[in-house]
């Protein structure tokens, strides 16, 4: 087990599509974008919208950076096509004992919306929570009015385990917040399918 190992001494993750990689203090501005747009934090964020000045997200930023908890991972997420940075990624609430914790993906760049980079984010994040972290579960929360995010992980095997209600409030609304699980044989049971699935399909 790795749990407690701080983000800046994990290894870069790859696939075909995208990299993740620990937060870089140069991408600053960019993520300070990001955490001031209003419509992705309605997305991910129970917290009211509130402007935050630079120098507060700074500070913040610059902790995450330099002294990141043991119990969390923060990525950043980049296109390697283009070598952009697209979006955020993060592992948190890791439990050594219980091996389990809850992720998220957020694709900020809306250039790289609808085009398959948060699936493959998520993909190489379970990879690495799976065999890297060797945890046995992994859970997922979800604003009942964010339709992508539950057909994402949906898509990827998780099973809804719960329903908190009206647990959230936007617009003067109540909303639900859903929440969802992976189990570690679960998502060894997919792997093997799909892997079986790639010769057929290659001959075919």
Not at 15 to 38: A, C, G, K, Y
Not at 40 to 52: A, C, G, K
Request: proline share 4%.
């Amino acid at each position: 087990m790795t749990t407690s190992l701080p983000v800046h001494d994990v290894a870069v993750l790859q696939s075909d599509r995208v990299e993740l990689t620990p937060l870089q203090i140069e991408n600053i501005h960019t993520h300070f974008r990001w955490n001031n747009d209003p419509e992705l934090n309605r997305l991910d964020s129970e917290v009211p919208y509130e402007e935050e000045s630079f120098g507060a997200f700074k500070s913040r930023f610059e902790r995450m950076c330099d002294n990141p908890s043991p119990s969390h991972r923060n990525f950043e997420i980049h296109a390697r096509t283009d070598d952009c940075l697209i979006g955020v990624a993060f592992v948190t609430d890791i439990s050594p004992h219980n091996l389990h914790a809850r992720l998220g993906v957020t694709i900020g760049d809306r250039d790289y919306w609808g085009k398959g980079y948060g699936r493959a984010s998520l993909e190489l994040l379970l990879s690495y929570c799976f065999e890297d972290l060797g945890l046995h579960r992994v859970s997922a929360e979800i604003f009942e009015y964010h339709t992508a995010w539950r057909d994402l992980v949906e898509g990827l095997g998780f099973r809804k385990e719960g329903t908190v209600r009206e647990h959230l409030r936007r617009e003067g609304q109540y909303w639900d917040k859903e929440v969802y699980g992976l189990l570690r044989s679960e998502y060894q049971d997919r792997r093997s399918t799909m892997e079986e699935r790639s010769p057929a399909e290659t001959a075919a």
